[in-house]
């Protein structure tokens, strides 16, 4: 990404990072504001070429005004805002997924699949298990948390294989690395997550969609 013709707001101004993030950006950016609670400041970071903006990370209608015609945002404050994170895996579903209905409708149109390698690794989530996780994070977890939203990880033999072999289309694995993540699925759980829909159930409904839909070629 280029930062020239760029407007960019940077929070935490007046902290140890913030300042020097803005420092870094000044000579590609066409404008590097920051954010700043002490107007008495404002001289301080206008002599740095650093155009400052009054406003809290809080108060939303200074952050307005902060963020007009600004292209990108670069965080840095440490303190304000209630933030709980989740970090989803590979998220799958019958409907409108990457990771399941399009899988098979992908390889209903191709003449040979070439893009699953049967080493690799899944991070798996099933998309009403990561609605279920979101509803927890919001009313058990507490500020600061973050989660791993992962079901399983699962081998491709137990899962995108055995779709290459209901396609019946010829396969050839690909010429990369097989990847092989892993995430901790236990922490969620401390919230009392039970999954909604497990993947062994998932994977026999995505096996079902190759009878259920025409073949492409």
């Not at 699925?185 to 839909?213: A, C, H, M, N, W």
Request: charged letters at 25%.
């Amino acid at each position: 990404m280029e930062l020239s013709g760029k407007r960019i707001l940077v929070t935490g101004i007046t902290g140890t990072l913030g300042l020097r993030v803005a420092k870094r950006l000044l000579p590609e950016a066409l404008e590097v504001r920051g954010l700043i609670r002490q107007t008495e400041r404002f001289t301080e970071f206008e002599s740095l070429g650093i155009t400052p903006a009054i406003g809290d990370l809080t108060d939303q209608t200074s952050l307005r005004q902060a963020m007009e015609q600004i292209d990108w945002v670069v965080h840095c404050a440490a303190r304000g805002l209630d933030v709980r994170i989740l970090r989803p895996g590979a998220i799958c579903a019958e409907q409108d997924s990457h990771w399941g209905d399009r899988q098979v409708r992908r390889m209903q149109e191709a003449d040979c699949v070439t893009w699953v390698h049967p080493d690799d690794l899944v991070n798996w989530v099933h998309a009403d298990n990561i609605a279920e996780m979101v509803f927890l994070v919001l009313t058990r977890g507490k500020p600061g948390d973050v989660f791993h939203a992962v079901d399983t990880n699962i081998p491709e033999t137990d899962f995108r294989m055995r779709l290459v072999e209901a396609s019946g289309k010829p396969y050839q694995i690909p010429d990369r690395v097989a990847e092989r993540p892993t995430y901790a699925t236990d922490k969620i759980k401390t919230l009392g997550y039970e999954p909604v829909r497990s993947f062994d159930e998932t994977i026999e409904r995505l096996l079902q969609l190759f009878s259920l839909q025409p073949n492409a070629k």
